[in-house]
């Protein structure tokens, strides 16, 4: 027991004495203690940094992260806005491949009924239509144009267009036409452009006719005989004198009612403008077929010309007979009623199409 006691106070004794020792130990070396200061420091930086780079690197995934949603977001709204263009557009090529399909369906009745009528209307149907349709232009260019040329190769080309079909009926058709091609042939052709060309050159010719300036002789004035001036009183007898004196200053000549007023000279173009203008519309009724209009114009431009111009001269004398030669042409020929169309409709009749 004793021996155990010595032994722990012993070891307690060094212990004390161990401690001072290194405290004054401790004490006594500054250098050491300033290195583990500035470790501490260090240590504390490090620590400071690690924190500093962690929130910044939080910070910026969490940027990046709300990026990336907003993205993600608008990418989802497009998504949808895409997905409703795609269904509008769908919706749209539904109504179009419906659309198609009504009218391929009403084709396909137009083309039966198209058949069905192909298939009642034969060939020759065609050409017969073809055929009343020449004779119907004929008919119009005779009554409103007077082209006589143009109706007669109608009518041939209907007359042909008929032959090629072998169909006993149509024999009153051939009659009728070829009974119009002789009276369309027989009948005069007027050569509009000719007379046209004709009426241009008289009225260049009048600006060149020779205007006639000479007076009319008056007709002899009867007066009657006296005896002798002597033989009647002073005063009857200076009277007479006065009288003759009187009648040699102002002279009076009579022309008859129907005849055309003189021309003064400073109204000359006046009336080489009235003869244009004559000749003017008788060209617009050769033009139109105005046989009245034509004959008025050549009629009057006629009648000026042998008022006031001297006849003697060449070309007074020319222009008057191509005037006379113009007025001989008769635009209008006779009408005449194509006995075809009648025939076409006999024969529709008959077979009980209109």
């Not at 024999?171 to 050569?191: R, Y």
């Not at 004398?317 to 409709?345: D, V």
Request: aromatic content about 8%.
């Amino acid at each position: 027991m004793p021996d155990t006691l010595d032994e722990s106070s012993v070891k307690n004794n060094m212990v004390a004495e161990s401690l001072p020792n290194r405290e004054a130990v401790s004490r006594g070396n500054p250098k050491r203690r300033g290195t583990a200061m500035w470790g501490k420091f260090f240590l504390a930086g490090i620590l400071l940094a690690l924190v500093l780079v962690s929130g910044y690197s939080g910070y910026q995934a969490w940027r990046i992260n709300a990026v990336l949603t907003n993205a993600i977001e608008s990418l989802h709204e497009q998504m949808e806005q895409q997905q409703g263009d795609i269904a509008s557009a769908q919706d749209a090529v539904a109504e179009v491949q419906q659309a198609l399909k009504n009218v391929n369906q009403t084709v396909a009745q137009q083309g039966q009924q198209f058949q069905e009528w192909r298939t009642e209307h034969s060939q020759g149907g065609w050409k017969i239509a073809e055929a009343q349709y020449l004779v119907k232009m004929a008919h119009d260019q005779l009554q409103f144009m007077h082209n006589i040329p143009l109706a007669i190769t109608l009518l041939q080309a209907a007359s042909q267009t008929i032959q090629q079909l072998n169909d006993a009926n149509l024999a009153p058709i051939l009659q009728a036409l070829n009974t119009d091609l002789i009276a369309l042939q027989q009948l005069p052709i007027v050569d509009v452009s000719a007379v046209y060309s004709r009426l241009l050159r008289v009225n260049k010719a009048l600006d060149i006719l020779p205007l006639t300036v000479a007076v009319p002789s008056a007709a002899p004035q009867v007066i009657p005989a006296v005896t002798s001036i002597e033989a009647l009183p002073w005063w009857r007898a200076a009277a007479m004198n006065t009288w003759r004196s009187l009648q040699q200053v102002v002279k009076v000549h009579y022309t008859p009612g129907n005849t055309l007023p003189f021309i003064l000279p400073e109204q000359q173009h006046y009336l080489y403008q009235n003869l244009h203008a004559q000749l003017e519309n008788a060209m617009w009724a050769a033009l139109h077929y105005e046989e009245s209009i034509y004959q008025a114009s050549l009629e009057q431009t006629h009648m000026w010309v042998r008022q006031y111009f001297v006849q003697d001269a060449e070309v007074t004398k020319n222009t008057l007979a191509e005037l006379a030669a113009l007025q001989a042409i008769h635009l209008q020929s006779p009408l005449l009623t194509l006995s075809a169309l009648p025939a076409f409709q006999a024969y529709f009749a008959q077979n009980g199409n209109t």
